[in-house]
């Protein structure tokens, strides 16, 4: 969905095409729209987990649309889970990053030829999306 010149993705049809390995405390049942926040041949988005605070999870479900998408990326308290999500426009696979070992799989999956590795634990939000926009720049 495209307001105001960004681009949003819908929350379900993501989990929906997420591997089902992928984030299991992620809400379930939500009708929140994402901005697109790096766009080129991966675009990349963060959704929010419902482990850390139930109550804005339900407070983002009834807002939904773009309004709780706004509230909801702007205003996540630094305490909630906001997991990476890339997007292949070439393949059309989703891959969800919660930890380092997740981008190596993507790293992978979209660059066989390159034997990428990397530590374990879980990445910042900041740190994936830094390297999806450098890879757009390729």
């Not at 909630?80 to 969800?96: A, E, L, N, P, Y």
């Not at 939000?125 to 390297?131: A, D, F, L, T």
Request: with cysteine.
């Amino acid at each position: 969905m495209i307001h105001d010149r960004q681009l949003y993705v819908q929350d379900q049809f993501v989990r929906q095409n997420l591997p089902y390995t992928f984030h299991p405390h992620a809400r379930k049942e939500s009708n929140c729209y994402y901005p697109v926040l790096e766009q080129g041949r991966y675009l990349y988005f963060e959704i929010l987990s419902e482990d850390k605070d139930p109550d804005l999870a339900i407070a983002m479900g009834l807002m939904g649309g773009v309004v709780g998408s706004a509230f909801g990326t702007t205003l996540t308290p630094p305490d909630m889970i906001r997991s990476s999500v890339v997007f292949d426009t070439h393949t059309r696979q989703f891959f969800g990053i919660d930890t380092w070992k997740d981008f190596q799989f993507f790293m992978n999956s979209a660059f066989p030829d390159h034997n990428y590795t990397t530590t374990s634990g879980q990445p910042k939000p900041e740190e994936v999306r830094h390297m999806i926009e450098n890879l757009n720049k390729l």
